[in-house]
């Protein structure tokens, strides 16, 4: 699982490297063939496409069609500043995506889950129940096959192992969370910076002019609301997930405490 994740981050960051230097390389190429289109009203939008087309890359092309020249013009206002959101949001992404795997295959059916293993403890076939809970994924399971390994010395042996197996299990589950954090802090700090060299910007031109036009501000203006805005749009759909997990992990965390307790309860009556 870890190596997938590797994998998908270091493809993603490839893809948005290439993406960068696509973006701002040098275009303009002449046209070699010389040939001129013909002077008609029929293919007027045609030879402004093919025109415009020419002077990009072909992986600028690709993501511009993909996400629309819009969302472009707007990354590359948004000066430098938007390369560091733009990490963080691909960061949040592969995490997010890591994190709904993860979790997926530790979520299990616990009422199942007791249907099978309690009728086996109340038989006093800890051997059979250990080998059922080893070949069932999950947390819950691993922390009551921990304890049902040590079943032969009583009791309190199996809560301790129960406890040390559920420690191990719970970081397991907040893995991930720190880097989430990271993105929701980061990514709208990143954005105010943006906007204070946007501000900056524009105050030195209106020195550099000697006197307030809007048409002199506008850009430095434009920099600093398009970096704010990036930074809060990354910052949302981040913490959003991240209650969204937080709350997945707790209704694991609960079915793990119900697990050990009936666990302890049925060896207590047998």
Same mark, same amino acid.
């Given at each position: ?9 270091? !493809?993603? %960051?490839?893809?948005?490297? /290439?993406? &960068?230097?696509?973006?701002y390389?040098?275009? &303009?190429e %002449? ?11 029929? @293919?007027?939008n =045609?030879?402004?496409s ?5 002077? @990009?890359g072909?992986?600028?092309?690709l993501?511009?069609? =993909? $996400? ?12 430098f ?5 733009l +990490?963080? /949001? ?10 709904i795997i993860? !979790?997926s295959?530790?979520r #299990?059916?616990i009422?199942?889950?007791?249907d099978?293993?309690?009728? $086996? /403890? ?6 059979e129940?250990?080998?059922?809970c ?8 691993? #922390?009551?096959?921990a &304890?049902?390994?040590k079943?032969?010395?009583g ?5 301790k192992?129960?406890e040390?197996a ?5 970081? +397991? ?6 880097? /989430?954090?990271? @993105?929701?802090? !980061? ?8 906007? !204070? *060299?946007?501000? #900056?910007e524009?105050?030195?031109r209106?020195?550099q002019a000697?006197? *307030? ?5 506008a850009?430095? #203006? ?5 970096t704010?805005?990036?930074?809060l749009?990354v910052?949302?759909?981040?913490q959003? +997930?991240?209650?969204?997990? $937080?709350?997945?992990?707790?209704g694991? *965390?609960l ?7 009936? @666990?302890?309860?049925?060896l207590?009556?047998?």
């Open positions: 699982m870890k190596k997938r994740f590797l994998n998908l981050f270091m !493809l993603v %960051t490839i893809l948005t490297l /290439l993406f &960068g230097v696509s973006l390389a040098e275009n &303009g %002449t046209d070699a063939t010389g040939i001129t289109p013909p002077d008609s009203s029929i @293919v007027n =045609l030879e402004k093919i025109e415009d087309s020419s002077q @990009v072909g992986f600028e092309a993501i511009r069609k =993909l $996400l629309g020249n819009d969302f472009i013009d707007l990354f590359t206002k948004g000066g500043a938007m390369w560091p959101i +990490f963080l /949001l691909i960061w949040s992404i592969a995490v997010i995506i890591y994190k993860a !979790l295959y530790a #299990i059916n009422n199942a889950f007791f099978k293993i309690i009728p $086996l /403890l109340k038989e006093k076939k800890y051997k129940a250990a080998n059922f080893a070949k069932t994924k999950g947390p819950v399971a691993a #922390i009551i096959h &304890g049902l390994l079943a032969d010395r009791v309190d042996a199996v809560e192992a129960m040390g559920g420690t191990i299990e719970m970081a +397991f589950l907040e893995k991930g969370f720190i880097p /989430l954090s990271t @993105v929701i802090n !980061l990514a709208p700090m990143l954005g105010f910076f943006g906007t !204070l *060299v946007g501000m #900056i524009a105050f030195a209106i020195a000697g006197e *307030v036009d809007p048409t002199i501000v850009g430095g #203006i434009n920099m600093a609301l398009i704010s805005a990036a930074g749009a910052a949302i759909p981040a959003f +997930f991240n209650n969204l997990l $937080l709350g997945y992990v707790d694991l *965390v079915d793990m405490q119900r697990g050990s307790e009936k @666990v302890v309860e049925t207590i009556e047998n």
